[in-house]
C-alpha cells in the first residue's frame, strides 16, 4: 500500500533496465515516439466521431478533454528548472537536453495518456447508453455515469431488463445510488 492506502502490483522495469542488451534500448526508445505518427491522429479522429456519435443521440454535459489533462502550474518542471540525465550522458546524447525531458514529460506523456483517458471516457458513456447490462467490469464505467440508458426509455424495454440493470446507478439516476452495493464499494 502506498501512503494513500491504495494497493498497487508494481510493473517490474527499473530492475530489468540496466541489464538490457544497449541494441534493445537503442530499437526501443524510437517505439515511443511511433503513436505521435501513426496511432494518435486515429485516436483522436475516434474521438471526434464517439463524441459527435453522442452529441447526434442527444448526449449533454460530456466533459471536455481538458478536464483529463494535469494542470499546467502542477508540472513539478519548467525549462529553467528542468533536471537532466546525466548519468552516462554526453552532450549529443538526448537525454542530456532540457528540451527533451520537457517535450516528453510535459506534453507528450501528459497529453496523450489525456486523450487515452478521454476515449476511454468517451466509450464508456456509449457503452452505457447502448449496453446496460451488467458484467464484471462495468463497475469501472462509473466515471462515465448517464441519467438512462438506451433501454430505460420506454417502460415496456425497461421492464425486460434484469432488475440490476434496471436499477444500476451508472445509468439510470433514479436509481437509489446510496443503496447499491456496488458503488458503495467503488467509493470505499
Excluded at 537503442?26 to 453522442?54: A, D, E, M, R, S
Excluded at 518542471?77 to 548519468?87: D, E, L, P
Excluded at 495518456?113 to 464505467?141: G, M
Amino acid at each position: 500500500m502506498d501512503g494513500d492506502g491504495i494497493s498497487m502490483k508494481h510493473v517490474v522495469i527499473g530492475e530489468n533496465f540496466k541489464t538490457q542488451p544497449r541494441w534493445k534500448i537503442f530499437i526501443g526508445v524510437p517505439l515511443i515516439y511511433f503513436p505521435i505518427v501513426i496511432f494518435i491522429p486515429f485516436v483522436f479522429l475516434c474521438v471526434v466521431v464517439v463524441k459527435c456519435h453522442l452529441q447526434l443521440m442527444g448526449a449533454k454535459n460530456i466533459l471536455p478533454y481538458r478536464h483529463f489533462l494535469p494542470a499546467w502550474a502542477s508540472h513539478r518542471y519548467c525549462y529553467a528548472n528542468q533536471v537532466t540525465y546525466t548519468t552516462g550522458a554526453k552532450w549529443h546524447n538526448l537525454r542530456a537536453n532540457r528540451w527533451y525531458w520537457v517535450f516528453n514529460c510535459k506534453m507528450y506523456c501528459p497529453l496523450s495518456v489525456a486523450l487515452f483517458r478521454y476515449t476511454a471516457y468517451l466509450v464508456k458513456i456509449v457503452e452505457n447508453w447502448w449496453c446496460p447490462f451488467d458484467h464484471s467490469q462495468k463497475i469501472e464505467y462509473v466515471d462515465g455515469a448517464i441519467d438512462m440508458s438506451y433501454w430505460h426509455l420506454h417502460e415496456q424495454e425497461k421492464s425486460r431488463l434484469h432488475p440490476d440493470d434496471r436499477n444500476n446507478p451508472i445509468w439510470n439516476n433514479s436509481s437509489d445510488i446510496n443503496n447499491d452495493t456496488n458503488f458503495k464499494i467503488l467509493n470505499e
